[in-house]
């Protein structure tokens, strides 16, 4: 075995570190723009920022493709369901990364007809603060996910595994703001 190696150059490495590699380098977002935010989003996509030189470009609108969705924008109660159902249609190993104040925290629309924060119902990974966030930040984000996927393993990939997971992230506060107007 040794002679048969002799001269010639291998690497050696897991397989999950090889999928991980791969995966981070070719995260397909899933865009739920409904407000200003989407325009820097837009904007983090196209030549000036090219979010592509970090193999995050290809955008697709049909959830089962993806496996990172970016709320950018105000989500009302109304939208609820429709980000939750595109949420639930995305394969694992996914992630989620919440876009400016609005989506993040209710921002500057304290009114019962907004979700205060989209984390009491999907699981974020990353949020961006900023009203709205530059394209910079964005690309910080994406990083920090990339990092997140780096660290990540298969094994950890199981169904009840990755629910818990998801649980876990989903806030806990003592009231929805909206419920005590
Ligand atoms: S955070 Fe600011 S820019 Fe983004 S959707 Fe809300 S109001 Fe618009």
């Known amino acids: 075995m040794t002679s048969e190696l002799a001269g010639k150059s ?29 325009i820097e989003l837009m904007a983090t996509l196209a030549s000036r920022f090219d979010l592509a030189r970090f193999g995050a470009e290809a955008i697709r609108f049909t959830p089962r493709q993806c496996d990172l969705m970016i709320v950018a924008g105000r989500v009302s109660i109304k939208e609820l ?9 995305m394969p694992e190993p996914k992630w989620c990364i919440a876009m400016g104040a609005c989506c993040s925290s ?12 989209i984390d009491r119902f999907v699981p974020v990974d990353v949020y961006i603060p900023g009203c709205p966030p530059r394209p910079e930040a964005v690309i910080d984000a994406v990083m920090k996910i990339q990092k997140l996927v780096e660290q990540d393993s298969w094994q950890n990939y ?9 649980k876990e992230k989903i806030y806990k506060g003592p009231f929805y703001p909206w419920r005590n107007r």
Do not use: H
Request: charge should be positive; aromatic fraction near 12%.
């Open 81 to 89: 369901p429709i980000l939750r159902r595109i949420w639930d249609q």
């Open 10 to 38: 291998f690497i050696t490495t897991r397989i999950d570190k090889l999928t991980n590699w791969a995966r981070k380098n070719s995260l397909w977002p899933m865009p739920f723009g409904t407000a200003c935010c989407a």
């Open 106 to 117: 209710g921002g500057i629309f304290n009114t019962y007809t907004m979700v205060q924060g």
């Open 158 to 166: 199981k169904q009840e595994l990755m629910e818990k997971r998801r």
